[in-house]
T-cell receptor, first 115, second 111 residues
Framework: DTAVSQTPKYLVTQMGNDKSIKCEQN?????MYWYKQDSKKFLKIMFS???????INETVPNRFSPKSPDKAHLNLHINSLELGDSAVYFC??????????????FGNGTRLTVT | GQQVMQIPQYQHVQEGEDFTTYCNSS?????IQWYKQRPGGHPVFLIQ?????EVKKQKRLTFQFGEAKKNSSLHITATQTTDVGTYFC???????????FGTGTRLQVTL
């Protein structure tokens, strides 16, 4: 069984469209994250949720809206997609309250290409 | 803001040679974590160091946490083609203690 699964694996869409990425973890972790990896491989945190509560919200355009219906799921909705949104988006989870003391378990990533 | 830098950005070695990547933080870290990302894959947790001056080994990999807890290193002895990938250090930074990843070191190993 996959521990952290995200769908879809690939997403190709045009500028201006709205899209969603879904993530689920079956590890029983309390904290989930969205990270963005750009073409230079830099990994940057976007959001983190602990028990459905938003705890980290980095400087991310408000076109990006995370939603956590329960602690096992964290989805990412993106409105009005722009070319610069093209990247690989990783979902991750960890034990604890997300204070950086517990290792992260990453999903396989969603490669988003905006044309 | 807080930064975690790694050097080198890229290293290409012949199989059997040693490899080291260095990680430097602008602030003291409560712990340092290391991850490996294979080409086309996702980051996978390798190890966590907590104590000042701590050294841990995993087979051919040696991890070290600096005395001031602001730097760390990963050394691979006698590299193999299976070591290919990007190695990231990561540590909690900022008031929210978010896990900030280093800039990464991409390792290429050829026969």
């Amino acid at each position: 069984d996959t521990a952290v699964s995200q769908t879809p694996k690939y997403l190709v869409t045009q500028m201006g469209n709205d899209k969603s990425i879904k993530c689920e973890q079956n590890l029983g972790h309390d904290t989930m994250y969205w990270y963005k990896q750009d073409s230079k491989k830099f990994l940057k945190i976007m959001f983190s949720y602990n028990n459905k509560e938003l705890i980290i919200n980095e400087t991310v355009p408000n076109r990006f809206s995370p939603k956590s219906p329960d602690k096992a799921h964290l989805n990412l909705h993106i409105n009005s997609l722009e070319l610069g949104d093209s990247a690989v988006y990783f979902c991750a989870s960890s034990q604890g309250t997300g204070t950086g003391s517990a290792p992260l378990h990453f999903g396989n990533g969603t490669r988003l290409t905006v044309t | 803001g807080q930064q975690v830098m790694q050097i080198p950005q890229y290293q290409h070695v012949q199989e059997g040679e040693d490899f080291t990547t260095y990680c430097n933080s602008s602030t003291t870290l409560s712990n340092i974590q290391w991850y490996k990302q294979r080409p086309g894959g996702h980051p996978v947790f390798l190890i966590q160091l907590v104590k000042s001056g701590e050294v841990k080994k995993q087979k051919r990999l040696t991890f070290q946490f600096g005395e001031a807890k602001k730097n760390s290193s990963l050394h691979i002895t006698a590299t193999q083609t299976t070591d290919v990938g990007t190695y990231f250090c990561a540590g909690p930074t900022g008031t929210a203690s978010k896990l900030t990843f280093g800039t990464g070191t991409r390792l290429q190993v050829t026969l």
